[in-house]
T-cell receptor, first 110, second 114 residues
């Protein structure tokens, strides 16, 4: 069985500070890992994905994520948060079909 | 290029009523998906269509049916709506379900069943 966990319901950071949104996964086999962002009353938008290769993946809007096989984690990071980054973030893992985490609400305060 | 479109945006049903949610994509994608989003549970896959002419159950298929009308369109039907089906429904598409391609999502349909 495959599953993904986002241990934090809410993450608050100050604008300009680095941010991390955590994700851990459990799969048998090699996973494909994704991050999506959802703004209010909108569908999900793709940010980045890990398939294979370099463990550090760069994506849209200055976000990046680090794949850590030993810790089965795929944390989303950004060096300097913007107020406009405030949104709901979903981690997803795909082996057979796509499984999403419950989401983490990121709030960036001015 | 509209991407993935869904109709309607909002719907209120009474228990036992039926309705069909429509989804269309203009990206020439082969695979399409229906998800529901509930607070604290993320997105859960209801049904998907890996290619035109095929459909398969996802994680939570009970109470739903789907039709892949053609390559562009994938509809979700609730034959007899029930309050637990109150949710936000998202349609998505990707180039191929078998490849690690990202999915593109529609804006969602907010459904309330009274």
């Amino acid at each position: 069985a495959q599953s993904v966990a986002q241990p934090e319901d809410q993450v608050n950071v100050a604008e300009g500070n680095p941010l991390t949104v955590k994700c851990t996964y459990s799969v048998s086999g090699n996973p494909y890992l994704f991050w999506y962002v959802q703004y209010p009353n909108r569908g999900l938008q793709f940010l980045l994905k890990y398939i294979t290769g370099d463990n550090l993946v760069k994506g849209s809007y200055g976000f990046e994520a680090e794949f850590n096989k030993s810790q089965t984690s795929f944390h989303l990071k950004k060096p300097s948060a913007l107020v406009s980054d405030s949104a709901l973030y979903f981690c997803a893992v795909r082996v057979n079909d796509m499984r999403f985490g419950a989401g983490t609400r990121l709030t960036v305060k001015p | 290029n509209a991407g993935v479109t869904q109709t309607p945006k909002f719907q209120v049903l009474k228990t036992g009523q039926s309705m069909t949610l429509q989804c269309a994509q203009d990206m020439n994608h082969n695979s399409m998906y229906w998800y529901r989003q509930d607070p604290g549970m993320g997105l859960r896959l209801i049904y998907y269509s890996a290619s035109e002419g095929t459909t398969d159950k996802g994680e939570v298929p009970n109470g739903y049916n789907v039709s892949r009308l053609n390559k562009r369109e994938f509809s979700l039907r609730l034959e007899s709506a029930a309050p637990p089906q109150t949710s936000v429904y998202f349609c998505a598409s990707s180039e191929w379900a078998s490849d690690p391609n990202e999915q593109f999502f529609g804006p969602g349909t907010r459904l309330t069943v009274l």
